[in-house]
């Protein structure tokens, strides 16, 4: 028996998966993809600052350093922001491996290309152990602990939790990895439009010069992302000139963090409790932190020999303390901003300072933008939604 089963090999799971080595406990992660990282799911921004939860982050993991973001309104004008700390995009296939590696330095150990289909329970109740398949091959692996750090896909969580992702709080996105683009490749291009992008946006990524991510999010509906892809590019010839090298989609939370992660021998952590920065769908760093959070936690509950869901329950407190109240702000920003017609979001970015941007994403100084919004009157009750 070992002491944690983690599933998933993303940053969640690779980064809780090394606290814990380095405190001594075996760790297995088990990874459904051939590859881990590929394929890319991701916008794969972060922070420079982030680095201070990650460690230094390779030179071979970063495509671009950017200096700061450029914020479009629907009728084209824009607001640069610039970035104190500065930050990355990043090739989520070597960085990815690279966290897998360093929880592998730290003692865990790591296995590609199994699926893990179901839980195991013991004679208690308690959650302790995964059941799956590698490579043809079907196994049990026992455990003290279980970790899910699947995603926001995986049936896993609601076997043991009963969590699931809701339709409404959850954004469909396209994404294509572009050759041959034109743009400034030192800031990420974000464009806003409640006709090309319902509730979500528009973005480009530069991953060196003329190389970009470029994706939209959007409410699931009848009409797919693709069609909205296509409406862009015929209002950006400098994008659509180019080519695409690499197609991906899925869907990435926007609200809805779980509230109870945890129960006896099992933790939820990273984007499949949730854990996205609601008004850009960032989840690295919150994933990285979540990960680090629950083996903090764990490792204390298996020092006591006590992985009872009240012991674990810590998990809980600690996160929404530190995360997740945070997190419900800036997701009543995202309510707020999905409210807001084309023509508001011209007004926003004209009345709009660069700082303030920055605080808003962090879910800080909201009163501006309320203050903002009730100088139209029909505008009001949004305002006050956001106060």
Known sequence: MIDVAIIGAGPAGTCCAKRLAENGYSVKVFEKRAEIGAPKRCGEGLSEASQSFVDKIP??????????????????????????EGGFILERKVFDKWLAEEAVKAGASVQANTFVS?????????????????????????????????GAESPIRN??????????????????????????????HIYLSSVLAPRGYVWVFPKGEHR??????I?????????????????????SKGSIIEANAGC??????????VTNGFVLCGEAANHVNPI???????AVISGQMAADVIGECLKKNDVSKKALSKYNEDWWEERGNHLKRVEKLRETLEKLADQDLNDLVDALKPDDIIEFARG????????????????????????
């Open 212 to 217: 970009a991510n470029v994706g939209l999010g």
């Open 159 to 188: 076997q043991a939790l009963g969590v699931f992702s809701k339709v409404d709080l959850v954004d469909s996105c396209i994404q294509y990895e572009m050759t041959n683009v034109d743009m400034i490749s030192d800031f990420i």
């Open 252 to 261: 990435v939370p926007v609200g809805g963090m779980v509230k109870d992660m």
């Open 59 to 84: 030179d071979r993991c970063i495509a671009q350093k950017m200096r700061g973001a450029r914020l479009y309104a629907p009728n084209g004008r824009y607001v640069d922001v610039i970035l104190k």
């Open 118 to 150: 179901s839980l195991i329970k013991d004679d208690r109740g308690y959650f302790a152990g995964v059941k799956g398949e590698f490579m043809g091959n079907e196994f049990d692996e026992k455990a003290r602990v279980v970790v899910c750090a699947t």
């Open 219 to 239: 409410v699931p509906q009848e009409k797919k992302p693709g069609e909205y892809m296509q409406k862009f590019f015929k209002e950006h010839p400098e994008i």
């Open 280 to 286: 850009h769908g960032g989840g690295i760093k919150e």
């Open 364 to 387: 800080a100084k909201l009163s501006i933008l309320g203050k903002i919004l009730m100088r139209k009157p029909r505008l009001v009750s949004i305002a006050r939604h956001l106060l």
